[in-house]
């Protein structure tokens, strides 16, 4: 693999040096994007930490835990992966970033039951058969609960595209760049801390 | 190859995993969320510094990164300089009543509040 300089950068490190910086200060701004998520979520259960106890407990901690687990080894895969590109294992590479993108998708369809149980359960806001907080404080857990981890599943899916993309393209003649799939990978590793912060927050602030 | 260590990584993130849900069901009240937002706090630091390899980045990158940490906190300290001291706050709230006097029944009843 021999990675291309192009204009204006005059030696390939500095290039190197210039995309992984427009990735991480993308990526900065994604945390502060769901930073003020979290943010609201902690002052919520600062005001109200009776209500956000009790709607926390309600929702389903086995699909939340193994929802995490399945994104750490997805994480752990892509990073695999990017190591296998840097050493040319390309076909290695594909496989790594293929089944990550399945772990991707298992996330969400476990996520999507979650919310279709949510739903029964009455805890969707403004949707299912009857409403059943229990108190405003809780109505507004499930108000950030559906905001902040739909947020998040709008970037897995991002993230699915991008990964099953690398993994496609990795099969034909021009693989993407070492780089290139560093910085996939650089995202879906944010998606997995934006998840780490959500999951005790939301599901274990009993 | 550092397949090695990223496996142990892994492993590790996962003990961590187990750790946070196990805190979660030990009685020491509000220690429970100190706990969980520390070992979050110790996972991301692992993703960030081994999977994203933070640790071989140039300076200007970790820069990058360090910034969005500073900004969060920042942030969360304005918030905090807020919320923490409004009216109804946890904070500076005395024996049940607060500094305009005992709820009426009509602002109790517009909000549920903790004891």
Redesign the interface.
């Known amino acids: 693999m021999t990675t291309l300089r192009h204009e204006p950068f005059l030696d390939i490190a500095r290039q190197r040096?210039a995309d992984?910086?427009g990735m991480?200060?993308f990526?900065?701004s994604e945390?502060?994007l769901f930073?003020?998520l979290v943010?609201g979520l902690l002052?919520l259960?600062?005001?109200?930490?009776?209500?956000f106890a009790a709607a926390s407990e309600r929702l389903n901690?086995l699909a939340g835990?193994v929802n995490?687990?399945v994104l750490?080894?997805s994480?752990?895969l892509?990073?695999?992966g990017a190591?296998a590109r840097a050493?040319n294992r390309n076909r290695l590479a594909t496989w790594m970033l293929g089944i990550a993108a399945l772990l991707g998708i298992a996330f969400l369809i476990i996520k999507g039951r979650e919310y279709y149980q949510e739903y029964g359960e009455g805890l969707m806001p403004g949707a299912g058969p009857y409403q059943d907080f229990g108190?405003?404080?809780a109505r507004m857990f499930m108000d950030g609960y559906f905001v902040a981890t739909g947020l998040h599943a709008f970037h897995v899916l991002v993230g699915v595209a991008m990964l099953a993309g690398c993994a496609w393209r990795l099969r034909r003649s021009d693989p993407p760049s070492k780089v290139g799939i560093?910085n996939v990978?650089?995202y879906w590793?944010?998606v997995?801390?934006v998840w780490?912060?959500l999951?005790?927050?939301l599901y274990?602030?009993? | 190859m550092g397949l090695r260590r990223l496996l142990l990584t892994w492993v590790a993130l996962l003990v961590l995993l187990s750790m946070t849900i196990a805190a979660s069901f030990l009685p020491i009240g509000n220690w429970r969320q100190l706990a969980n937002m520390a070992i979050a706090a110790a996972k991301a630091g692992l993703i960030v510094w081994i999977f994203m390899k933070m640790r071989q980045e140039t300076a200007l990158v970790r820069l990058a990164g360090v910034i969005a940490a500073v900004l969060l906190l920042v942030l969360g300290s304005l918030l905090a300089s807020d919320y923490l001291f409004r009216i109804d706050s946890p904070l500076i709230r005395i024996d049940g009543s607060n500094a305009r006097g005992p709820l009426t029944p009509d602002a109790a009843s517009s909000g549920e509040r903790s004891p």
């Open positions: 040096e992984r910086l991480v200060v990526l900065a945390a502060m930073g003020a943010m002052a259960r600062t005001f109200q930490p009776a209500p901690l835990s995490t687990a750490l080894t994480s752990l892509v990073a695999i190591e050493l108190s405003p404080g560093e990978g650089l590793h944010l997995d801390v780490v912060f999951f005790p927050i274990l602030s009993r």
